[in-house]
């Protein structure tokens, strides 16, 4: 089934909108290119969100001028394709629609780093939106049957640890547990 989608964009881009040069047209052409290839409108719903909710999380690390948080989300995002494309073709699991390429799922994976980068810079009650539509981006992958639960599962599991690893708190006191050599105790800091 394919698509013919014509976006129209008024908005006067200034020298000083450059980062919305930069989110906004890739974002649209990544709309465009999913659009062509849905099946249903969960589907299509899925594939939009998928690229949406990376593109939110990193969009705002830009809006804010959030450097160390653009570093954070690179890193988080680079590990999770790596790990996630690395599994897809070294164990090539069937798909339940016959193609390959099942485990994990990297819409899931690319949208749980999104909504977790988002939880552990911005706070939970930013990610909440970002979670559910995670959610249902691993739900419609299913009911799309191009993966099994565990292909989602693992998929969420790979995209949340790698920004939860990589990912530190924009603002406000941070307080973790410290370990080494010399003694262990609580760290409190905070970011003026």
Do not use: C
Not at 58 to 74: I, P, R, V
Not at 85 to 107: C, I, M, Q, T
Not at 113 to 123: C, E, N, S, W
């Amino acid at each position: 089934m394919l698509f013919i989608i014509q976006i129209k964009i008024r908005y006067n881009f200034k020298k000083k909108d450059n980062i919305l040069k930069k989110l906004v047209l890739p974002f649209i052409a990544g709309f465009m290119i999913t659009n062509s290839f849905a099946e249903d409108k969960t589907t299509l719903a899925g594939d939009i969100l998928q690229i949406l909710i990376p593109s939110v999380a990193y969009g705002t690390t830009l809006y804010l001028d959030d450097k160390e948080g653009q570093m954070e989300f690179y890193k988080s995002f680079a590990t999770n394709e790596a790990i996630t494309y690395g599994l897809k073709y070294s164990v090539n699991k069937k798909r339940p629609n016959g193609g390959e390429h099942s485990f994990p799922s990297g819409h899931t994976s690319a949208s749980f780093q999104g909504a977790t980068f988002i939880h552990k810079r911005y706070g939970l009650k930013y990610a909440i939106p970002a979670y559910m539509a995670a959610t249902f981006v691993g739900y419609s992958r299913v009911d799309a049957r191009a993966h099994y639960t565990i292909d989602v599962a693992a998929g969420a599991l790979i995209g949340s640890l790698s920004s939860y690893y990589f990912t530190t708190k924009y603002k406000g006191f941070k307080i973790q547990p410290v370990a080494n050599l010399s003694g262990y105790g609580i760290e409190v800091s905070t970011k003026w």
